[in-house]
Protein backbone atom coordinates (compact mmCIF):
# COMPACT_ATOMS: atom_id res chain seq x y z
CA UNK A 1 0.00 0.00 0.00
CA UNK A 2 0.85 3.50 -0.54
CA UNK A 3 1.73 5.51 2.39
CA UNK A 4 -1.63 7.72 2.73
CA UNK A 5 -1.21 11.65 3.82
CA UNK A 6 -2.10 12.77 6.98
CA UNK A 7 -5.65 14.41 5.88
CA UNK A 8 -6.58 10.69 3.85
CA UNK A 9 -6.15 8.13 6.76
CA UNK A 10 -9.17 7.97 7.69
CA UNK A 11 -10.43 8.10 4.40
CA UNK A 12 -8.96 5.12 3.46
CA UNK A 13 -9.29 3.57 7.17
CA UNK A 14 -13.38 3.64 6.55
CA UNK A 15 -15.54 0.96 6.04
CA UNK A 16 -16.91 3.06 2.94
CA UNK A 17 -13.77 3.18 1.73
CA UNK A 18 -13.01 -0.64 2.12
CA UNK A 19 -16.38 -1.59 0.27
CA UNK A 20 -15.89 0.67 -2.67
CA UNK A 21 -12.70 -0.75 -3.31
CA UNK A 22 -13.32 -4.28 -3.06
CA UNK A 23 -16.58 -3.43 -5.46
CA UNK A 24 -14.35 -2.07 -7.85
CA UNK A 25 -11.74 -4.69 -8.27
CA UNK A 26 -14.40 -7.05 -8.99
CA UNK A 27 -16.07 -5.01 -10.94
CA UNK A 28 -13.25 -5.18 -13.46
CA UNK A 29 -12.76 -8.47 -12.45
CA UNK A 30 -9.36 -8.14 -10.40
CA UNK A 31 -7.40 -6.89 -13.12
CA UNK A 32 -5.06 -3.98 -13.93
CA UNK A 33 -7.29 -1.87 -16.13
CA UNK A 34 -4.20 -0.77 -18.29
CA UNK A 35 -2.13 -4.25 -18.65
CA UNK A 36 -4.19 -6.84 -17.60
CA UNK A 37 -1.74 -8.03 -15.29
CA UNK A 38 -3.44 -8.97 -11.27
CA UNK A 39 -4.21 -5.87 -10.09
CA UNK A 40 -2.36 -4.04 -6.96
CA UNK A 41 -3.87 -0.75 -6.17
CA UNK A 42 -7.32 1.56 -6.53
CA UNK A 43 -6.00 4.65 -8.04
CA UNK A 44 -8.04 7.80 -7.83
CA UNK A 45 -7.59 9.40 -11.07
CA UNK A 46 -8.69 12.76 -9.47
CA UNK A 47 -6.36 12.86 -6.80
CA UNK A 48 -6.77 13.50 -3.22
CA UNK A 49 -6.90 16.63 -1.88
CA UNK A 50 -7.51 18.21 1.36
CA UNK A 51 -10.45 20.04 -0.28
CA UNK A 52 -12.35 17.00 -1.61
CA UNK A 53 -11.59 14.28 0.56
CA UNK A 54 -14.89 14.42 1.79
CA UNK A 55 -16.82 14.37 -1.61
CA UNK A 56 -17.96 11.06 -2.28
CA UNK A 57 -18.60 12.11 -5.71
CA UNK A 58 -14.67 11.96 -6.13
CA UNK A 59 -13.61 9.74 -3.39
CA UNK A 60 -15.89 6.98 -3.55
CA UNK A 61 -17.48 7.03 -7.54
CA UNK A 62 -16.55 4.49 -9.74
CA UNK A 63 -15.84 7.01 -12.37
CA UNK A 64 -13.16 8.27 -10.56
CA UNK A 65 -11.52 4.94 -9.68
CA UNK A 66 -9.08 3.00 -12.30
CA UNK A 67 -7.72 -0.29 -10.68
CA UNK A 68 -3.78 -0.71 -11.28
CA UNK A 69 -0.78 -3.37 -11.01
CA UNK A 70 2.24 -1.97 -9.08
CA UNK A 71 3.65 -1.10 -12.16
CA UNK A 72 1.16 0.77 -13.78
CA UNK A 73 1.02 2.88 -10.20
CA UNK A 74 4.53 3.82 -10.07
CA UNK A 75 4.39 4.80 -13.78
CA UNK A 76 1.53 6.89 -12.63
CA UNK A 77 2.62 8.84 -9.70
CA UNK A 78 6.28 8.69 -10.33
CA UNK A 79 7.04 9.81 -14.11
CA UNK A 80 7.73 13.77 -13.33
CA UNK A 81 9.93 12.23 -10.15
CA UNK A 82 11.59 9.60 -12.69
CA UNK A 83 12.69 12.31 -15.32
CA UNK A 84 13.91 14.61 -12.64
CA UNK A 85 15.80 12.08 -10.48
CA UNK A 86 17.63 10.70 -14.47
CA UNK A 87 19.15 13.75 -14.14
CA UNK A 88 20.12 13.93 -11.00
CA UNK A 89 21.95 11.09 -11.27
CA UNK A 90 24.44 13.27 -13.36
CA UNK A 91 22.35 12.54 -16.70
CA UNK A 92 20.56 14.80 -19.20
CA UNK A 93 18.93 14.37 -22.24
CA UNK A 94 21.30 15.95 -25.63
CA UNK A 95 19.54 17.58 -28.33
CA UNK A 96 18.41 13.82 -29.87
CA UNK A 97 16.77 13.08 -27.24
CA UNK A 98 19.19 10.91 -25.74
CA UNK A 99 20.38 10.23 -21.89
CA UNK A 100 24.26 11.18 -21.88
CA UNK A 101 26.46 11.81 -18.87
CA UNK A 102 26.41 15.84 -17.94
CA UNK A 103 30.10 16.08 -17.96
ZN1 LIG B 1 -0.62 -2.59 -15.14
Redesign the pocket.
Known amino acids: MELAKEYAREFYNSTLWKKCKSSYIKSVQGL?E??E?PGYIVHHKKGLTPNNIKDPDITLNHNNLEY??L??HNAEHDFNREKRSATKKGYRFNDKGELVPST
Open positions: CRCRLCDC
